[in-house]
């Protein structure tokens, strides 16, 4: 009796996992698809309105990687609880991937309410969530389609929410779009997009341009800048702008940053063996790579099958990545340069960027960006505001290098104030490494 009794509660146990979230016990996308086709009859016959509402909490994969999948989960059950306390009984609230929820909104007077839900919700997730000693509060994005206003089927509806979402999270971080029509081929243009960029990768559609990097001391070539284009069969040469953002959205940008690597590292140390001992190669990397505790051992693997030697690398990372997580961040930088790699910090200048701030990271170049190089040609405060920099950087042990040097009254600027190098268009633009060889060469500027 007993046996069958506990029989029947794993029964009962199996059935409601079978709809349910073990984690959250919240109903699963089976379920979601079910009462959301029954809200939606109900909805017809009673002139209502529905909302369904798509939530993507923001780099989650960072929390887990930062604080560990128990906080993780410990997190996610608390994202659950709040999401649920926004919404009234009538309403579902489900999870349908690792950071992903869904929110059916039933018996809506109008399609306008959904939005109110969705600041409640916002503001819910943002309430600090404590961990050990610290606390976070979590973004996400919001995606909302409504019916009958959008029309289609439950599963119809379910993808135009998620289309929205996509949207919002492409614009800015816990931010929330609705579903319009008109979008759907901009939505089915990106798709499309991303797998001829998956396919691009595969097929060797990738080049690397190099754009010189002149020392200020010597006035020659000490290294280049590997840029990546897309030989794209129909529209041509592709400028990374077209392109990298979305790899970064995607994550294909993981694949590409390999295959960057590798190209331009076999390129520069065929250079180096080939009269150009000194030429350095710099490399831009994405936060996505660097989040790969393997990135350090990926670099070695790299240098050593093009015999590039690590001391004549230079990974080039952004302000984003040193934030997203700076004790991670600090320790991957550290693994990098006891290899010998340099670190540069990109885009200096164009954000918040504070050097103070540096101290915390071995960062041994600091790339002033273009926009911050323009005001320095316009404004005589901003050149005040240079000379401070690039001093303090200095003090700090770190190399300055423009980038975006245009004109020749720029150039000559910079050098006044000291900086140790420069890039850009009035010096040489980006080439393919066929030009890069027949330049060194050429050029009286070639590297030591
Ligand atoms: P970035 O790292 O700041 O690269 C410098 C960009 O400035 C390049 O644009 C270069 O062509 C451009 N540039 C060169 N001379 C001048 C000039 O005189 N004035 C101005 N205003 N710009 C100049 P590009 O090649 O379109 O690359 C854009 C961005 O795409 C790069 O910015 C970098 O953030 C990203 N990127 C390019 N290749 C890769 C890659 O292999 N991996 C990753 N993760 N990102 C890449
Ligand atoms: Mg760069």
Redo the contacts with the bound molecule.
């Keep these: 009796m007993r046996n069958h009794r506990r029989r029947e509660t794993g029964e009962t146990e199996r059935a409601f996992l079978a709809h349910h979230n073990a984690l959250t016990a919240l109903p699963n996308r089976s379920l979601l698809v079910q009462k959301l086709s029954r809200t939606m009859a109900a909805a017809r016959t009673a002139g209502r309105h529905v909302g369904v509402v798509s939530i993507d909490l923001d780099d989650f994969a960072r929390i887990n990687d930062a604080y560990g999948h128990a906080e993780g989960d410990s997190i996610i059950h608390r994202c659950a609880e709040r999401l649920t306390a926004c919404v009234r009984s009538v309403d579902l609230v489900s999870r349908v991937g690792g950071d992903e929820f869904v929110v059916i909104l039933g018996d809506m007077g109008s399609s306008a309410s959904a939005a109110r839900v969705v600041q409640r919700m916002r503001a819910a997730l943002a309430e600090p969530i404590a961990i050990g000693n610290a606390s976070i509060g979590v973004t996400a994005s919001f995606g909302i389609s409504s019916f009958p206003d959008d029309g289609g089927s439950a599963e119809q509806l379910l993808g135009f929410a998620d289309l929205a979402m996509y949207r919002a999270k492409r614009s800015r971080r816990g931010d929330f779009a609705c579903f319009a029509p008109e979008r759907h081929d901009e939505a089915v243009e990106r798709v499309r997009l991303e797998h001829e960029l998956g396919e691009a990768i595969q097929n060797g559609e990738l080049v690397v341009?190099y754009?010189p990097i002149i020392d200020a001391r010597t006035n020659r070539i000490g290294g280049v800048?590997?840029?990546?284009r897309w030989a794209h069969p129909i529209e041509g040469l592709k400028?990374?702008?077209t392109f990298?953002p979305l790899a970064e959205e995607t994550g294909l940008?993981v694949p590409?940053?390999e295959f960057?690597l590798r190209e331009a590292s076999r390129t520069i140390a065929q250079l180096n063996r080939g009269g150009h001992p000194g030429l350095r190669l710099s490399?831009?990397?994405?936060a996505r790579q660097l989040h790969d505790e393997a990135f350090p051992t990926n670099v070695l693997g790299a240098l050593a099958q093009s015999g590039l030697r690590t001391d004549r690398l230079d990974l080039?990372v952004t302000e984003a990545f040193l934030i997203s997580d700076a004790v991670w961040a600090a320790s991957q930088l550290r693994e990098l340069t006891r290899l010998g790699i340099r670190i540069a910090l990109?885009?200096f200048g164009s954000g918040c960027s504070a050097l103070t701030f540096l101290r915390r990271f071995p960062v041994q170049l600091l790339?002033l960006?273009?926009s911050f190089v323009a005001e320095i040609e316009r404004s005589e405060l901003s050149r005040a505001v240079a000379a401070a920099i690039i001093g303090a950087a200095r003090k700090l042990g770190m190399r300055s290098v423009a980038?975006?040097?245009?004109t020749a009254v720029a150039h000559r600027v910079l050098a006044e104030l000291g900086c140790d190098a420069f890039?850009?268009?009035?010096l040489a633009?980006?080439m393919t490494a066929a030009e890069l060889g027949d330049y060194l060469t050429a050029d009286h500027l070639a590297a030591a």
């Design positions: 341009h754009q800048e590997a840029l990546v400028a990374s702008g990298i940008i590409l940053g960057v490399v831009n990397v994405s080039e990109d885009d790339k960006d273009p980038t975006g040097v245009e890039q850009g268009s009035y633009p980006p």
